[in-house]
Protein backbone atom coordinates (compact mmCIF):
# COMPACT_ATOMS: atom_id res chain seq x y z
CA UNK A 1 0.00 0.00 0.00
CA UNK A 2 1.69 3.63 -1.04
CA UNK A 3 1.40 6.15 2.02
CA UNK A 4 -0.11 9.39 1.21
CA UNK A 5 2.19 12.08 0.60
CA UNK A 6 1.46 15.68 -0.30
CA UNK A 7 2.19 15.02 -3.94
CA UNK A 8 -1.29 12.29 -3.46
CA UNK A 9 -3.34 15.74 -4.22
CA UNK A 10 -2.29 15.27 -8.01
CA UNK A 11 -4.54 11.79 -7.63
CA UNK A 12 -7.29 13.13 -6.11
CA UNK A 13 -10.82 13.65 -8.35
CA UNK A 14 -13.31 16.43 -6.86
CA UNK A 15 -16.77 16.07 -7.29
CA UNK A 16 -19.04 18.89 -7.04
CA UNK A 17 -22.50 20.54 -8.35
CA UNK A 18 -24.26 18.18 -8.95
CA UNK A 19 -27.96 19.45 -10.74
CA UNK A 20 -31.06 17.55 -12.50
CA UNK A 21 -32.49 18.71 -15.63
CA UNK A 22 -36.07 19.83 -16.21
CA UNK A 23 -37.18 16.78 -16.67
CA UNK A 24 -35.15 14.67 -14.14
CA UNK A 25 -33.62 12.45 -16.54
CA UNK A 26 -30.50 13.41 -16.29
CA UNK A 27 -28.18 14.83 -13.77
CA UNK A 28 -24.68 17.06 -14.76
CA UNK A 29 -22.08 17.37 -12.34
CA UNK A 30 -18.42 18.69 -12.27
CA UNK A 31 -15.55 15.97 -11.63
CA UNK A 32 -11.74 18.41 -11.42
CA UNK A 33 -8.07 17.46 -10.53
CA UNK A 34 -4.91 19.40 -10.03
CA UNK A 35 -2.37 19.86 -13.45
CA UNK A 36 0.77 20.07 -12.07
CA UNK A 37 2.34 21.46 -15.30
CA UNK A 38 -0.25 24.36 -15.64
CA UNK A 39 -0.39 24.87 -11.78
CA UNK A 40 -3.95 24.45 -12.05
CA UNK A 41 -7.00 22.71 -11.71
CA UNK A 42 -8.96 21.05 -14.99
CA UNK A 43 -13.27 20.94 -14.62
CA UNK A 44 -15.33 19.41 -16.89
CA UNK A 45 -18.72 18.55 -16.65
CA UNK A 46 -20.05 14.97 -16.45
CA UNK A 47 -23.43 13.20 -17.16
CA UNK A 48 -25.29 11.07 -14.79
CA UNK A 49 -28.48 9.30 -16.48
CA UNK A 50 -30.96 8.86 -13.25
CA UNK A 51 -32.59 5.64 -14.86
CA UNK A 52 -29.35 3.40 -15.13
CA UNK A 53 -26.91 5.34 -12.61
CA UNK A 54 -24.43 5.31 -15.83
CA UNK A 55 -22.01 8.14 -16.11
CA UNK A 56 -20.37 9.62 -19.01
CA UNK A 57 -18.02 12.47 -19.94
CA UNK A 58 -19.64 15.70 -21.67
CA UNK A 59 -16.78 18.11 -21.94
CA UNK A 60 -13.17 17.61 -22.05
CA UNK A 61 -11.58 21.19 -22.31
CA UNK A 62 -10.97 21.27 -18.38
CA UNK A 63 -12.35 24.70 -18.49
CA UNK A 64 -15.79 24.04 -17.22
CA UNK A 65 -16.13 24.80 -13.87
CA UNK A 66 -19.50 25.87 -13.67
CA UNK A 67 -22.68 25.58 -16.02
CA UNK A 68 -26.27 26.27 -15.81
CA UNK A 69 -29.14 23.96 -17.55
CA UNK A 70 -31.56 26.03 -20.29
CA UNK A 71 -35.70 25.81 -20.39
CA UNK A 72 -34.55 23.23 -23.47
CA UNK A 73 -32.24 20.70 -21.67
CA UNK A 74 -29.30 21.48 -22.93
CA UNK A 75 -26.11 23.19 -20.43
CA UNK A 76 -24.43 26.33 -20.52
CA UNK A 77 -20.87 26.75 -19.26
CA UNK A 78 -18.53 30.10 -19.07
CA UNK A 79 -15.17 29.52 -21.26
CA UNK A 80 -12.92 31.77 -22.96
CA UNK A 81 -11.56 29.48 -25.87
CA UNK A 82 -10.63 32.17 -28.52
CA UNK A 83 -9.21 35.37 -29.41
CA UNK A 84 -12.83 36.37 -29.67
CA UNK A 85 -13.59 35.80 -26.06
CA UNK A 86 -10.77 37.65 -24.79
CA UNK A 87 -11.03 41.63 -23.38
CA UNK A 88 -10.12 44.02 -25.44
CA UNK A 89 -10.02 47.57 -25.91
CA UNK A 90 -13.42 47.71 -27.12
CA UNK A 91 -14.75 45.57 -24.47
CA UNK A 92 -12.55 45.85 -21.68
CA UNK A 93 -15.33 43.43 -19.86
CA UNK A 94 -16.43 40.41 -21.94
CA UNK A 95 -17.99 36.99 -20.51
CA UNK A 96 -18.47 34.37 -23.03
CA UNK A 97 -21.12 31.34 -22.90
CA UNK A 98 -20.97 28.19 -24.51
CA UNK A 99 -23.52 25.45 -25.38
CA UNK A 100 -23.54 21.94 -25.35
CA UNK A 101 -25.84 19.09 -25.90
CA UNK A 102 -25.93 16.28 -23.48
CA UNK A 103 -27.22 13.98 -26.77
CA UNK A 104 -23.67 14.56 -28.46
CA UNK A 105 -21.55 17.03 -30.18
CA UNK A 106 -19.59 19.97 -29.31
CA UNK A 107 -19.79 23.12 -27.45
CA UNK A 108 -20.52 25.81 -29.68
CA UNK A 109 -20.14 29.45 -28.71
CA UNK A 110 -23.80 30.74 -27.84
CA UNK A 111 -23.18 34.18 -26.60
CA UNK A 112 -20.64 36.49 -25.27
CA UNK A 113 -21.97 39.14 -22.79
CA UNK A 114 -19.81 42.56 -23.05
CA UNK A 115 -19.54 42.28 -18.75
CA UNK A 116 -17.57 40.21 -16.21
CA UNK A 117 -20.81 38.03 -15.30
CA UNK A 118 -20.37 35.27 -12.77
CA UNK A 119 -23.85 34.19 -12.41
CA UNK A 120 -26.68 32.84 -15.17
CA UNK A 121 -29.67 31.84 -14.22
CA UNK A 122 -32.96 31.02 -16.62
CA UNK A 123 -36.24 32.81 -16.88
CA UNK A 124 -37.30 31.45 -19.46
CA UNK A 125 -36.23 29.62 -22.92
CA UNK A 126 -35.01 33.19 -24.45
CA UNK A 127 -34.47 35.46 -21.21
CA UNK A 128 -31.80 35.16 -18.04
CA UNK A 129 -30.87 36.85 -15.14
CA UNK A 130 -27.19 37.60 -14.63
CA UNK A 131 -25.05 38.76 -12.39
CA UNK A 132 -21.99 40.78 -12.85
CA UNK A 133 -19.23 42.69 -11.34
CA UNK A 134 -19.21 46.51 -12.28
CA UNK A 135 -15.98 48.76 -12.35
CA UNK A 136 -17.28 52.50 -11.88
CA UNK A 137 -13.75 53.83 -11.40
CA UNK A 138 -11.67 55.40 -13.54
CA UNK A 139 -9.64 53.25 -15.88
CA UNK A 140 -5.91 53.39 -15.17
CA UNK A 141 -3.15 53.04 -17.68
CA UNK A 142 -0.87 50.84 -16.34
CA UNK A 143 -1.25 48.30 -13.16
CA UNK A 144 1.48 50.32 -11.03
CA UNK A 145 -0.81 51.39 -8.64
CA UNK A 146 -3.88 51.48 -6.47
CA UNK A 147 -6.35 54.21 -6.08
CA UNK A 148 -8.70 53.70 -2.68
CA UNK A 149 -11.61 56.21 -1.45
CA UNK A 150 -13.59 53.57 -0.06
CA UNK A 151 -13.71 50.75 3.08
CA UNK A 152 -13.18 47.67 2.59
CA UNK A 153 -10.54 48.11 0.10
CA UNK A 154 -10.25 44.38 -1.04
CA UNK A 155 -12.16 41.25 -0.90
CA UNK A 156 -10.05 37.84 -0.19
CA UNK A 157 -10.40 35.79 -3.27
CA UNK A 158 -10.87 38.85 -5.30
CA UNK A 159 -8.37 41.48 -4.75
CA UNK A 160 -8.87 45.02 -4.86
CA UNK A 161 -12.53 45.78 -4.67
CA UNK A 162 -11.87 49.73 -5.47
CA UNK A 163 -15.58 51.39 -7.03
CA UNK A 164 -16.48 47.78 -8.10
CA UNK A 165 -20.51 46.78 -7.46
CA UNK A 166 -22.65 43.40 -8.16
CA UNK A 167 -24.84 44.30 -10.33
CA UNK A 168 -28.07 42.45 -11.71
CA UNK A 169 -29.04 42.61 -15.44
CA UNK A 170 -31.52 40.48 -17.90
CA UNK A 171 -29.94 39.27 -21.00
CA UNK A 172 -32.36 38.12 -23.70
CA UNK A 173 -30.73 35.91 -26.15
CA UNK A 174 -32.76 36.13 -29.48
CA UNK A 175 -32.10 39.75 -29.91
CA UNK A 176 -28.61 40.25 -27.65
CA UNK A 177 -30.54 42.79 -25.59
CA UNK A 178 -28.77 43.86 -22.16
CA UNK A 179 -31.11 45.52 -19.71
CA UNK A 180 -29.62 46.75 -16.36
CA UNK A 181 -31.80 46.15 -13.40
CA UNK A 182 -29.59 47.90 -10.63
CA UNK A 183 -28.05 51.16 -10.01
CA UNK A 184 -24.22 50.63 -11.18
CA UNK A 185 -23.41 52.03 -7.32
CA UNK A 186 -26.05 49.65 -6.06
CA UNK A 187 -24.35 46.57 -4.56
CA UNK A 188 -26.24 43.59 -5.68
CA UNK A 189 -26.10 39.33 -5.21
CA UNK A 190 -28.86 37.30 -7.17
CA UNK A 191 -30.34 34.55 -5.30
CA UNK A 192 -33.30 33.43 -7.05
CA UNK A 193 -36.07 33.52 -10.41
CA UNK A 194 -39.40 31.88 -10.51
CA UNK A 195 -42.36 32.87 -12.36
CA UNK A 196 -41.17 35.95 -14.03
CA UNK A 197 -39.63 37.91 -10.93
CA UNK A 198 -36.07 38.07 -9.41
CA UNK A 199 -35.10 38.15 -5.95
CA UNK A 200 -31.92 39.73 -5.18
CA UNK A 201 -30.01 41.14 -2.18
CA UNK A 202 -28.10 44.50 -2.14
CA UNK A 203 -28.13 48.05 -1.21
CA UNK A 204 -26.33 51.12 -2.35
CA UNK A 205 -22.91 52.08 -1.47
CA UNK A 206 -21.82 54.89 -3.15
CA UNK A 207 -18.13 55.50 -1.72
CA UNK A 208 -16.93 55.61 2.26
CA UNK A 209 -17.50 52.41 4.60
CA UNK A 210 -20.05 49.61 3.36
CA UNK A 211 -22.94 49.05 4.84
CA UNK A 212 -22.52 45.51 7.25
CA UNK A 213 -25.79 43.61 5.88
CA UNK A 214 -27.59 43.57 2.54
CA UNK A 215 -31.54 44.19 2.20
CA UNK A 216 -33.80 42.14 0.50
CA UNK A 217 -35.74 42.55 -3.06
CA UNK A 218 -38.30 41.42 -5.50
CA UNK A 219 -38.10 42.56 -9.36
CA UNK A 220 -40.54 42.31 -11.20
CA UNK A 221 -40.02 41.77 -14.97
CA UNK A 222 -43.64 42.40 -16.28
CA UNK A 223 -43.83 45.65 -14.29
CA UNK A 224 -40.43 46.21 -14.60
CA UNK A 225 -40.19 47.65 -10.67
CA UNK A 226 -38.40 46.34 -7.42
CA UNK A 227 -39.93 45.99 -4.09
CA UNK A 228 -37.96 46.37 -1.28
CA UNK A 229 -38.47 43.43 1.36
CA UNK A 230 -36.21 43.83 3.69
CA UNK A 231 -33.94 46.75 4.88
CA UNK A 232 -30.30 46.55 4.65
CA UNK A 233 -28.81 45.27 8.53
CA UNK A 234 -32.23 43.75 9.00
CA UNK A 235 -30.51 40.42 8.43
CA UNK A 236 -27.39 38.53 7.90
CA UNK A 237 -28.49 36.33 4.90
CA UNK A 238 -27.05 33.22 4.81
CA UNK A 239 -29.13 32.26 1.77
CA UNK A 240 -32.62 33.13 -0.14
CA UNK A 241 -35.41 31.41 -2.66
CA UNK A 242 -38.87 31.53 -3.54
CA UNK A 243 -41.66 29.56 -1.88
CA UNK A 244 -44.34 29.70 -3.85
CA UNK A 245 -44.86 33.06 -5.62
CA UNK A 246 -46.10 34.88 -3.21
CA UNK A 247 -43.41 33.73 -0.39
CA UNK A 248 -39.50 33.58 -0.04
CA UNK A 249 -38.22 31.87 2.40
CA UNK A 250 -34.32 32.99 3.96
CA UNK A 251 -31.89 31.74 5.73
CA UNK A 252 -30.67 34.57 8.28
CA UNK A 253 -29.60 35.71 11.53
CA UNK A 254 -30.60 38.82 13.41
CA UNK A 255 -27.19 40.56 13.61
CA UNK A 256 -28.42 41.78 16.84
CA UNK A 257 -28.79 37.92 18.62
CA UNK A 258 -25.76 37.09 19.60
CA UNK A 259 -23.78 39.19 16.97
CA UNK A 260 -21.33 36.50 15.15
CA UNK A 261 -21.90 33.33 16.92
CA UNK A 262 -25.86 33.07 16.32
CA UNK A 263 -26.63 30.20 14.03
CA UNK A 264 -29.43 31.55 12.31
CA UNK A 265 -33.10 30.99 11.72
CA UNK A 266 -35.40 30.36 8.69
CA UNK A 267 -38.01 32.94 7.99
CA UNK A 268 -40.83 33.41 5.10
CA UNK A 269 -41.50 36.59 4.27
CA UNK A 270 -44.77 37.34 2.66
CA UNK A 271 -44.29 39.58 -0.68
CA UNK A 272 -47.68 40.96 -0.41
CA UNK A 273 -47.76 41.85 2.75
CA UNK A 274 -44.12 41.94 3.91
CA UNK A 275 -45.10 39.82 7.07
CA UNK A 276 -42.60 38.01 8.19
CA UNK A 277 -42.88 34.51 10.29
CA UNK A 278 -39.51 32.60 12.22
CA UNK A 279 -40.29 29.76 10.95
CA UNK A 280 -37.58 27.57 12.59
CA UNK A 281 -34.51 28.59 15.10
CA UNK A 282 -32.24 26.53 13.53
CA UNK A 283 -29.95 26.24 16.90
CA UNK A 284 -27.49 24.45 14.38
CA UNK A 285 -25.57 25.86 11.63
CA UNK A 286 -27.52 26.15 8.37
CA UNK A 287 -25.25 24.82 5.46
CA UNK A 288 -22.09 22.43 5.42
CA UNK A 289 -19.49 23.18 8.23
CA UNK A 290 -17.05 20.14 7.89
CA UNK A 291 -13.98 21.14 7.43
CA UNK A 292 -11.46 19.58 4.75
CA UNK A 293 -8.77 20.46 2.41
CA UNK A 294 -10.30 17.49 0.00
CA UNK A 295 -13.18 19.60 -1.10
CA UNK A 296 -12.51 22.11 -4.37
CA UNK A 297 -16.14 23.01 -6.01
CA UNK A 298 -19.99 24.23 -5.53
CA UNK A 299 -23.33 23.08 -5.63
CA UNK A 300 -26.74 23.91 -3.74
CA UNK A 301 -26.89 23.53 -0.10
CA UNK A 302 -30.58 24.40 0.04
CA UNK A 303 -33.69 24.27 -2.26
CA UNK A 304 -37.59 24.32 -2.26
CA UNK A 305 -39.55 21.59 -3.96
CA UNK A 306 -43.19 22.11 -3.42
CA UNK A 307 -44.21 22.64 0.01
CA UNK A 308 -41.24 21.08 1.48
CA UNK A 309 -37.51 22.94 1.72
CA UNK A 310 -34.39 20.77 1.68
CA UNK A 311 -31.47 22.33 3.64
CA UNK A 312 -27.86 20.94 4.99
CA UNK A 313 -27.38 21.88 8.20
CA UNK A 314 -24.74 21.01 10.84
CA UNK A 315 -25.67 18.33 13.60
CA UNK A 316 -22.41 18.05 15.79
CA UNK A 317 -19.11 16.40 13.37
CA UNK A 318 -21.89 16.27 10.49
CA UNK A 319 -23.32 18.02 7.38
CA UNK A 320 -26.52 16.15 6.81
CA UNK A 321 -29.58 17.07 4.81
CA UNK A 322 -33.16 17.77 6.51
CA UNK A 323 -36.55 18.73 5.60
CA UNK A 324 -39.22 21.05 6.61
CA UNK A 325 -42.69 22.51 5.87
CA UNK A 326 -43.75 25.53 5.64
CA UNK A 327 -45.29 26.26 8.43
CA UNK A 328 -42.26 25.09 10.49
CA UNK A 329 -44.05 21.75 11.42
CA UNK A 330 -42.26 18.26 9.72
CA UNK A 331 -38.92 19.06 10.49
CA UNK A 332 -36.99 15.80 9.66
CA UNK A 333 -34.48 13.97 11.17
CA UNK A 334 -31.48 13.46 9.11
CA UNK A 335 -31.79 12.01 5.69
CA UNK A 336 -28.26 10.90 5.41
CA UNK A 337 -25.37 9.13 7.10
CA UNK A 338 -22.69 10.64 9.41
CA UNK A 339 -20.41 12.55 7.18
CA UNK A 340 -20.88 15.76 4.87
CA UNK A 341 -23.08 16.27 2.34
CA UNK A 342 -21.13 19.35 0.33
CA UNK A 343 -24.12 19.83 -2.17
CA UNK A 344 -27.23 18.29 -3.33
CA UNK A 345 -30.34 18.37 -6.09
CA UNK A 346 -33.58 16.91 -6.06
CA UNK A 347 -35.65 16.20 -9.09
CA UNK A 348 -39.44 17.46 -9.51
CA UNK A 349 -40.55 13.42 -9.11
CA UNK A 350 -38.61 13.13 -5.89
CA UNK A 351 -34.99 11.65 -6.90
CA UNK A 352 -32.41 12.91 -4.35
CA UNK A 353 -28.65 13.44 -5.94
CA UNK A 354 -26.00 14.34 -3.10
CA UNK A 355 -22.51 15.13 -3.16
CA UNK A 356 -21.23 13.87 -0.19
CA UNK A 357 -18.03 12.62 1.97
CA UNK A 358 -18.97 9.29 4.00
CA UNK A 359 -16.11 7.14 5.74
CA UNK A 360 -12.28 7.52 4.18
CA UNK A 361 -13.86 8.43 1.28
CA UNK A 362 -13.14 11.87 -0.81
CA UNK A 363 -16.33 13.20 -2.21
CA UNK A 364 -18.44 11.07 -4.90
CA UNK A 365 -22.16 11.17 -5.77
CA UNK A 366 -24.94 9.29 -4.36
CA UNK A 367 -28.36 8.76 -6.02
CA UNK A 368 -31.16 7.92 -3.91
CA UNK A 369 -28.39 6.64 -0.98
CA UNK A 370 -26.77 4.68 -3.69
CA UNK A 371 -23.74 5.63 -4.38
CA UNK A 372 -23.21 6.23 -8.43
CA UNK A 373 -19.58 7.57 -8.77
CA UNK A 374 -16.47 5.94 -8.29
CA UNK A 375 -14.01 8.50 -9.02
CA UNK A 376 -11.41 7.56 -6.12
CA UNK A 377 -11.87 3.88 -6.05
CA UNK A 378 -8.71 3.26 -7.48
CA UNK A 379 -6.32 5.85 -5.64
CA UNK A 380 -8.35 4.43 -2.03
CA UNK A 381 -7.95 1.18 -2.96
CA UNK A 382 -4.16 1.56 -3.45
CA UNK A 383 -3.22 3.83 -0.26
CA UNK A 384 -2.70 2.88 3.37
CA UNK A 385 -5.06 5.24 4.93
CA UNK A 386 -5.97 6.09 9.07
CA UNK A 387 -9.59 5.79 10.08
CA UNK A 388 -10.48 8.36 12.44
CA UNK A 389 -11.10 7.16 16.00
CA UNK A 390 -13.86 9.36 17.78
CA UNK A 391 -13.98 10.21 21.64
CA UNK A 392 -15.60 12.14 23.85
CA UNK A 393 -14.85 13.40 27.25
CA UNK A 394 -16.54 16.35 30.04
CA UNK A 395 -13.87 18.93 30.29
CA UNK A 396 -13.63 21.11 33.85
CA UNK A 397 -16.84 22.89 32.92
CA UNK A 398 -19.03 19.69 32.63
CA UNK A 399 -19.11 20.71 28.73
CA UNK A 400 -19.08 17.68 26.41
CA UNK A 401 -16.27 18.15 23.77
CA UNK A 402 -15.89 15.96 20.64
CA UNK A 403 -13.15 14.55 19.15
CA UNK A 404 -11.32 12.81 17.22
CA UNK A 405 -7.50 10.59 17.07
CA UNK A 406 -5.73 9.00 13.76
CA UNK A 407 -3.24 6.12 14.47
CA UNK A 408 0.06 6.75 12.69
CA UNK A 409 -0.14 4.22 9.17
CA UNK A 410 1.42 0.83 10.52
CA UNK A 411 1.15 1.86 14.19
CA UNK A 412 2.82 -0.53 16.50
CA UNK A 413 1.19 -1.30 20.19
CA UNK A 414 3.72 0.06 22.44
CA UNK A 415 6.09 1.78 20.58
CA UNK A 416 5.84 5.64 21.36
CA UNK A 417 5.16 8.39 18.53
CA UNK A 418 5.11 11.92 18.18
CA UNK A 419 1.81 13.39 17.79
CA UNK A 420 0.33 16.49 16.27
CA UNK A 421 -3.02 18.46 17.51
CA UNK A 422 -4.47 19.97 14.77
CA UNK A 423 -6.84 23.57 14.95
CA UNK A 424 -9.58 24.01 13.06
CA UNK A 425 -10.51 27.65 11.14
CA UNK A 426 -13.61 29.47 11.53
CA UNK A 427 -14.18 29.20 14.46
CA UNK A 428 -17.85 28.64 13.07
CA UNK A 429 -16.93 25.01 11.79
CA UNK A 430 -15.94 21.42 12.72
CA UNK A 431 -13.98 18.75 12.02
CA UNK A 432 -15.50 15.56 11.33
CA UNK A 433 -14.44 12.03 10.79
CA UNK A 434 -14.22 12.91 6.63
CA UNK A 435 -11.25 12.24 4.25
CA UNK A 436 -8.55 15.56 5.25
CA UNK A 437 -5.69 14.98 2.60
CA UNK A 438 -2.75 16.73 5.09
CA UNK A 439 -4.12 14.90 8.10
CA UNK A 440 -3.61 11.87 6.19
CA UNK A 441 -0.51 12.37 5.44
CA UNK A 442 0.79 13.00 8.66
CA UNK A 443 -0.77 9.79 9.82
CA UNK A 444 1.32 8.24 6.77
CA UNK A 445 4.28 9.93 7.92
CA UNK A 446 4.43 8.62 11.37
CA UNK A 447 2.33 11.20 13.77
CA UNK A 448 -0.53 10.41 15.55
CA UNK A 449 -3.01 13.24 14.90
CA UNK A 450 -5.63 14.61 17.08
CA UNK A 451 -8.54 16.93 16.69
CA UNK A 452 -11.54 18.40 18.60
CA UNK A 453 -14.17 20.74 18.35
CA UNK A 454 -13.79 23.24 21.12
CA UNK A 455 -16.27 25.69 22.10
CA UNK A 456 -16.61 28.57 19.38
CA UNK A 457 -17.28 25.66 16.73
CA UNK A 458 -20.72 24.48 14.41
CA UNK A 459 -23.22 22.19 15.27
CA UNK A 460 -24.09 22.50 18.63
CA UNK A 461 -26.45 25.74 19.10
CA UNK A 462 -26.32 28.98 19.81
CA UNK A 463 -24.79 28.47 23.36
CA UNK A 464 -22.14 26.30 22.43
CA UNK A 465 -21.13 28.82 19.51
CA UNK A 466 -20.99 31.46 22.35
CA UNK A 467 -17.34 32.82 21.68
CA UNK A 468 -17.84 36.44 21.73
CA UNK A 469 -15.13 38.17 24.05
CA UNK A 470 -13.90 34.70 24.81
CA UNK A 471 -11.01 34.22 22.53
CA UNK A 472 -8.19 32.52 24.23
CA UNK A 473 -10.53 31.53 27.13
CA UNK A 474 -12.82 28.44 27.35
CA UNK A 475 -11.78 26.91 23.94
CA UNK A 476 -8.30 27.38 25.15
CA UNK A 477 -8.59 25.02 28.33
CA UNK A 478 -10.99 22.66 25.89
CA UNK A 479 -7.82 22.03 23.42
CA UNK A 480 -5.23 21.49 26.29
CA UNK A 481 -7.92 19.38 28.56
CA UNK A 482 -8.82 17.47 24.90
CA UNK A 483 -4.84 17.17 24.60
CA UNK A 484 -4.51 15.56 27.98
CA UNK A 485 -7.38 13.16 27.71
CA UNK A 486 -5.94 11.86 24.23
CA UNK A 487 -2.58 11.66 26.15
CA UNK A 488 -4.63 9.24 28.80
CA UNK A 489 -6.10 7.37 26.75
CA UNK A 490 -3.21 6.97 24.23
CA UNK A 491 -0.06 5.85 26.45
CA UNK A 492 1.94 5.54 22.83
CA UNK A 493 1.87 9.21 22.30
CA UNK A 494 4.85 10.71 23.54
CA UNK A 495 3.96 13.26 25.86
CA UNK A 496 8.05 14.91 25.16
CA UNK A 497 7.19 15.01 21.42
CA UNK A 498 3.85 17.16 20.74
CA UNK A 499 3.29 19.68 17.75
CA UNK A 500 0.61 22.04 17.15
CA UNK A 501 -0.90 23.93 14.36
CA UNK A 502 -4.14 25.37 12.65
CA UNK A 503 -5.15 27.84 9.87
CA UNK A 504 -7.23 31.45 10.13
CA UNK A 505 -9.23 30.86 13.89
CA UNK A 506 -6.87 27.57 14.24
CA UNK A 507 -3.88 29.70 13.75
CA UNK A 508 -4.92 32.69 16.27
CA UNK A 509 -5.08 29.42 18.79
CA UNK A 510 -2.00 28.67 17.52
CA UNK A 511 -0.12 31.85 18.37
CA UNK A 512 -2.46 31.45 21.68
CA UNK A 513 -0.98 28.38 22.41
CA UNK A 514 2.36 29.33 21.84
CA UNK A 515 2.34 32.54 24.00
CA UNK A 516 0.77 30.45 26.73
CA UNK A 517 2.41 27.56 27.08
CA UNK A 518 5.29 25.37 26.52
CA UNK A 519 4.16 21.84 26.43
CA UNK A 520 4.36 21.59 22.49
CA UNK A 521 8.32 20.88 20.96
CA UNK A 522 7.06 22.72 17.61
CA UNK A 523 3.95 24.57 15.79
CA UNK A 524 3.01 25.89 12.65
CA UNK A 525 0.73 28.73 12.53
CA UNK A 526 -0.97 29.57 9.42
CA UNK A 527 -3.34 32.20 7.52
CA UNK A 528 -3.54 33.30 11.69
CA UNK A 529 -4.76 36.51 13.34
CA UNK A 530 -2.13 37.99 15.70
CA UNK A 531 -3.43 41.41 16.55
CA UNK A 532 -7.00 42.22 16.90
CA UNK A 533 -6.06 46.11 16.01
CA UNK A 534 -4.72 45.76 12.97
CA UNK A 535 -6.88 42.74 12.12
CA UNK A 536 -9.81 44.83 12.56
CA UNK A 537 -8.26 47.40 9.70
CA UNK A 538 -6.39 45.33 7.25
CA UNK A 539 -8.63 42.13 7.11
CA UNK A 540 -11.87 42.53 4.19
CA UNK A 541 -14.08 41.42 7.36
CA UNK A 542 -11.99 43.32 10.08
CA UNK A 543 -14.77 46.10 11.07
CA UNK A 544 -17.49 43.76 11.56
CA UNK A 545 -15.94 40.70 12.91
CA UNK A 546 -13.58 41.86 15.45
CA UNK A 547 -16.75 43.81 16.96
CA UNK A 548 -18.86 40.42 16.39
CA UNK A 549 -16.07 38.23 17.98
CA UNK A 550 -14.27 40.22 20.60
CA UNK A 551 -17.24 42.66 21.35
CA UNK A 552 -15.33 45.97 21.13
CA UNK A 553 -14.16 48.10 18.15
CA UNK A 554 -10.32 49.69 18.82
CA UNK A 555 -11.30 53.06 19.65
CA UNK A 556 -14.24 51.70 22.18
CA UNK A 557 -11.89 49.32 24.71
CA UNK A 558 -8.15 48.40 22.99
CA UNK A 559 -7.08 47.18 25.82
CA UNK A 560 -9.69 44.56 25.39
CA UNK A 561 -8.83 43.22 21.95
CA UNK A 562 -4.95 43.93 22.73
CA UNK A 563 -5.54 41.55 26.11
CA UNK A 564 -6.72 38.73 23.85
CA UNK A 565 -4.36 39.24 20.84
CA UNK A 566 -1.60 36.53 20.90
CA UNK A 567 1.15 39.55 20.54
CA UNK A 568 0.98 40.76 23.54
CA UNK A 569 2.54 37.43 24.67
CA UNK A 570 4.65 36.38 22.34
CA UNK A 571 7.76 37.38 24.47
CA UNK A 572 6.59 34.52 26.68
CA UNK A 573 7.41 31.92 23.83
CA UNK A 574 10.36 29.47 23.48
CA UNK A 575 8.33 27.02 20.89
CA UNK A 576 10.01 26.96 17.74
CA UNK A 577 7.35 28.08 15.11
CA UNK A 578 6.92 28.25 11.14
CA UNK A 579 4.19 30.53 9.86
CA UNK A 580 2.46 30.84 6.49
CA UNK A 581 0.98 33.04 5.38
CA UNK A 582 -0.05 34.22 1.40
CA UNK A 583 0.66 38.00 0.10
CA UNK A 584 -3.32 38.16 -1.15
CA UNK A 585 -4.89 36.53 1.73
CA UNK A 586 -7.29 39.42 2.34
CA UNK A 587 -8.96 37.81 5.21
CA UNK A 588 -6.54 37.19 7.81
CA UNK A 589 -3.68 39.80 5.81
CA UNK A 590 -0.17 38.95 5.85
CA UNK A 591 1.04 41.76 8.44
CA UNK A 592 -0.49 39.58 11.33
CA UNK A 593 1.76 36.43 10.34
CA UNK A 594 4.92 38.70 9.70
CA UNK A 595 4.20 40.62 13.16
CA UNK A 596 4.36 37.34 15.48
CA UNK A 597 7.69 35.84 13.57
CA UNK A 598 9.08 39.49 14.32
CA UNK A 599 8.25 38.73 17.93
CA UNK A 600 9.55 35.87 18.21
CA UNK A 601 12.95 36.35 16.24
CA UNK A 602 13.17 39.60 18.61
CA UNK A 603 12.98 37.45 21.60
CA UNK A 604 15.51 34.51 20.43
CA UNK A 605 12.59 31.94 19.56
CA UNK A 606 13.62 29.28 16.77
CA UNK A 607 10.77 30.99 13.74
CA UNK A 608 10.39 30.20 9.91
CA UNK A 609 8.22 32.31 7.52
CA UNK A 610 6.72 30.71 4.45
CA UNK A 611 5.29 33.59 2.15
CA UNK A 612 3.49 32.45 -1.02
CA UNK A 613 2.92 34.88 -3.50
CA UNK A 614 -0.23 35.24 -5.63
CA UNK A 615 -2.38 33.20 -3.23
CA UNK A 616 -5.88 33.88 -0.80
CA UNK A 617 -6.95 32.32 2.69
CA UNK A 618 -7.72 29.42 0.65
CA UNK A 619 -4.13 28.33 0.01
CA UNK A 620 -4.80 24.97 2.19
CA UNK A 621 -7.76 24.24 -0.13
CA UNK A 622 -7.96 25.78 -3.20
CA UNK A 623 -4.20 26.77 -4.20
CA UNK A 624 -2.27 26.50 -6.92
CA UNK A 625 -1.30 22.61 -6.93
CA UNK A 626 2.80 23.42 -6.53
CA UNK A 627 2.07 25.97 -3.60
CA UNK A 628 -0.50 23.55 -2.22
CA UNK A 629 2.13 20.65 -2.54
CA UNK A 630 4.89 23.14 -0.99
CA UNK A 631 3.08 24.22 2.12
CA UNK A 632 2.47 20.49 3.01
CA UNK A 633 5.97 19.77 2.78
CA UNK A 634 6.77 22.74 4.66
CA UNK A 635 4.81 21.97 7.61
CA UNK A 636 5.65 17.89 7.47
CA UNK A 637 9.25 18.93 7.47
CA UNK A 638 9.37 21.06 10.25
CA UNK A 639 7.18 18.84 12.80
CA UNK A 640 9.70 16.15 11.79
CA UNK A 641 12.78 18.45 12.43
CA UNK A 642 11.41 18.93 16.16
CA UNK A 643 9.56 15.61 16.76
CA UNK A 644 10.96 13.63 15.14
CA UNK A 645 14.02 11.47 17.16
CA UNK A 646 15.88 10.52 13.76
CA UNK A 647 15.36 14.26 12.63
CA UNK A 648 16.63 16.23 15.39
CA UNK A 649 19.90 17.38 15.63
Known amino acids: MNPVTPETLLRLQFVSNPSFSEDGSLAAFVLAHADINENSYKHDIYLLRVKDGSVARLTAGGDAAGYVWTKQGKILFQASRSKDDQPDKEAPEKTSFYEIDPAGGEAVRAFTLPIAASRLIPVDEDLYAVQALQNNGQARKDRAYEIIEESPFWFNGRGFTEALRGRIYLYRRSTGQL ?59 YGAEFWGRHQVMINAKDPDELPGMSTGSLYVIDTDTLAVTNVHHMQRGLGGSVGTDARLGGGRQSKVVGDTYYFVTTIDESAYLR ?80 GFCMKPVGYQEGKKYPCILHIHGGPLTVFGSVFHLEMQQWASAGFFVIYCNPRGGDGRGDEFADLCNKYGTVD ?123 ALKMHDCPARLVLFHDETHELSRSGKPRNRIKRMSEITDWMKQYLMEEHKG
Not at 493 to 519: A, E, P, Q
Open 476 to 598: YRDLMEFTDQMLKVYPDIDKDRLGVTGGSYGGFMTNWIIGHTNRFKCACSQRSISNWIVFEHTSDIGPSFTRNHQGASTRENVHQLWDHSPLKYADKCTTPTLFICSDRDYRCWMADGLAMFT
Open 323 to 402: TIKLDGSGLSEPLTPDGSVDSFDVSNDGHILICAMYGDKPAELYLDGKQVTFFNEGLLKETALSTPIYYEFTDSDGVRIH
Open 179 to 237: TPLTDPWFNAGLCDVKDGQILYTGALWERGMRYQYPGLYLYSISDKTSKQLADKDTYAF
